[in-house]
């Protein structure tokens, strides 16, 4: 189960299958993946004519995940025409907005009254890699460092999430602010290697053993975290908010991990159980 098929993907780090680097997203606002394709368009100096551009609410992934569906789509499409003001104003601006696709990530925003399903989603990273490969490009700041382009597209990023992208991306954030909360302590770091903070906050060792040795892992995790903090003893330890938010996003993770780890045992071929008893040849 450790091969192609949970390869770094839409997953996050190594939980799918289509063509995203691996990492673990803190709360910035730019992401910045692995595979950089540089976009066969160039760059002009914008000349704005004294216009302002319009003020936009940045947010983190966090942030914005945790606003209701309508206004996430109403920050997309507000974020989408800024951008497309922003091109207005270019001379290649049109060339930008056919590379990014911004007529079809409108339609993809607003499909549906509901949340993205699987599919749709998967049709909106496909567009977003375009963002992926602009931003990562230093030759392309110009675009990147735009605010209608930096805010949609973590908008857009967290949109098209899969929950475990998110709950693998909260474990880590948590796991380094627990990470830091530990270091003002004599004992910080026999704690942080106790509870294995390092692999909270993501190693490329994970990335090396396959999808049911993970959650074999993080159960064990959550199982020492749990006897953590059912002992009195160590309320020290328990009571700050950093270990709690960890306790907590570790044990979200943990069920997504699961949920998915059962989806892919139902989409495996069944193997036949046991000899195939074939009748005796006609006489």
């Known amino acids: 189960m450790g091969g192609s098929f949970l390869?770094?993907?839409?997953?996050?780090?190594?939980?799918?299958?289509?063509?995203?680097?691996?990492?673990?997203?803190?709360?910035?606002?730019?992401?910045?993946p692995t595979p950089v394709i540089?976009?066969?368009?160039?760059?002009?100096?914008?000349?704005?004519g004294g216009v302002a551009p319009p003020q936009q609410q940045q947010l983190t992934p966090d942030e914005f995940a945790a606003l209701p569906l309508e206004q996430q789509r109403d920050l997309l499409l507000q974020a989408l025409?800024?951008?497309?003001?922003?091109?207005?104003?270019?001379?290649?601006?049109?060339?930008?907005?056919?590379?990014?696709?911004?007529?079809t990530v409108a339609k993809l925003v607003t499909d549906g009254e509901e949340r993205p399903d699987?599919?749709?989603?998967?049709?909106?990273?496909?567009?977003?890699?375009?963002?992926?490969?602009?931003?990562?490009?230093?030759?392309?700041?110009?675009?990147?460092?735009?605010?209608?382009?930096?805010?949609?597209?973590?908008?857009?990023?967290?949109?098209?999430?899969?929950?475990?992208?998110?709950?693998?991306?909260?474990?880590?954030?948590?796991?380094?602010?627990?990470?830091?909360?530990?270091?003002?302590?004599?004992?910080?770091?026999?704690?942080?290697?106790?509870?294995?903070?390092?692999?909270?906050?993501?190693?490329?060792e994970e990335m090396q053993i396959d999808l049911e040795a993970r959650l074999v892992r993080f159960e064990k995790l959550l199982d020492k975290f749990d006897r953590v903090k059912s002992d009195d003893q160590f309320e020290v330890v328990t009571q700050p908010r950093e270990f709690q938010l960890a306790h907590a996003a570790l044990r979200r993770f943990v069920g997504d991990l699961q949920r998915l780890v059962d989806e892919v045992r139902k989409a495996e071929p069944q193997q036949p159980?046991?000899?195939?008893?074939?009748?005796?040849a006609p006489r």
């Open 7 to 32: 390869g770094p993907s839409s997953y996050g780090y190594g939980y799918g299958s289509d063509n995203y680097g691996p990492g673990y997203y803190g709360p910035t606002y730019v992401y910045v």
């Open 38 to 48: 540089t976009p066969n368009v160039s760059i002009d100096s914008y000349s704005t």
């Open 81 to 103: 025409n800024a951008l497309e003001e922003d091109f207005a104003r270019s001379p290649n601006g049109e060339d930008w907005s056919r590379h990014l696709q911004l007529a």
């Open 118 to 204: 699987t599919t749709l989603r998967a049709r909106l990273r496909s567009v977003v890699q375009h963002f992926d490969e602009v931003a990562a490009n230093a030759d392309y700041k110009a675009i990147s460092e735009l605010t209608s382009f930096r805010v949609l597209h973590v908008g857009l990023h967290e949109y098209a999430a899969e929950d475990i992208d998110r709950s693998r991306r909260q474990l880590s954030n948590a796991a380094s602010n627990l990470s830091k909360s530990l270091e003002a302590w004599s004992s910080g770091q026999r704690w942080r290697d106790y509870l294995q903070v390092a692999w909270l906050i993501g190693t490329d």
């Open 273 to 280: 159980n046991g000899e195939l008893t074939l009748p005796a």
